[in-house]
T-cell receptor, first 114, second 107 residues
Framework: NAGVTQTPKFQVLKTGQSMTLQCAQD?????MYWYRQDPGMGLRLIYY???????DKGEVPNGYNVSRLNKREFSLRLESAAPSQTSVYFC?????????????FGPGTRLLVL | LAKTTQPISMDSYEGQEVNITCSHN???????ITWYQQFPSQGPRFIIQ?????VTNEVASLFIPADRKSSTLSLPRVSLSDTAVYYC????????WGAGTKLIIKP
């Protein structure tokens, strides 16, 4: 099992460009999440999908859109990248949506917006 | 929001036991406490979870007193490879992450 995979690992964009970050999990999990982590900070939730077919905003959704393509895949799209979106992006999944569910994280995508 | 509070950083030495405390004064009846570990350039990894009293696994122990307003993550006999950031989460608000505790282990 690969667990949670993310592509690309690293990306440089110019201001105004768009891109999609891909995430896939092979653990048959129902819930998936997108976080961003700025240097020296904790993770901040961008969007989440409690189950296939549903998505909800997290703490910092502005400038992002998501698609839960199927049970395995959850993508994050930046329509018009801004320097403030320079960050490390982590995708995570959990078996279900519940209080004590463990989250499993991918290796991250490092994004630099010039 | 039932956020948690933990020290920003700690230092210790190889072979020592390290205890990291976390305050969660507003914890609700159904909430669990979960700890994650994050190495540089990696995603966080689950360490341990508990509700009250003591939980132990192959990596760590978690102590939660009766009032459940705090918890202590205990790492026995740490090594250099335990240098990481440790996050304490209230599971009812598991999607809210603080800055964590940066633990540095010295030789």
């Amino acid at each position: 099992n690969a667990g949670v995979t993310q592509t690309p690992k690293f990306q440089v964009l110019k201001t105004g460009q768009s891109m999609t970050l891909q995430c896939a999990q092979d653990m048959n999990h129902n819930s998936m999440y997108w976080y961003r982590q700025d240097p020296g900070m904790g993770l901040r939730l961008i969007y989440y999908s409690a189950s296939e077919g549903t998505t909800d905003k997290g703490e910092v959704p502005n400038g992002y859109n998501v698609s839960r393509l199927n049970k395995r895949e959850f993508s994050l799209r930046l329509e018009s990248a801004a320097p403030s979106q320079t960050s490390v992006y982590f995708c995570a999944s959990s078996e279900t949506w519940g209080f004590q569910e463990t989250q499993y994280f991918g290796p991250g995508t490092r994004l630099l917006v010039l | 929001l039932a956020k948690t509070t933990q020290p920003i950083s700690m230092d210790s030495y190889e072979g020592q036991e390290v205890n990291i405390t976390c305050s969660h004064n507003n914890i609700a009846t159904n909430d669990y406490i979960t700890w994650y570990q994050q190495f540089p350039s990696q995603g966080p990894r689950f360490i341990i979870q508990g509700y009250k009293t003591k939980v132990t696994n192959e990596v760590a122990s978690l102590f939660i007193p009766a009032d459940r307003k705090s918890s202590t993550l205990s790492l026995p006999r740490v090594s250099l490879s335990d240098t990481a950031v440790y996050y304490c989460l209230d599971s009812n608000y598991q999607l809210i992450w603080g800055a964590g505790t940066k633990l540095i282990i010295k030789p």
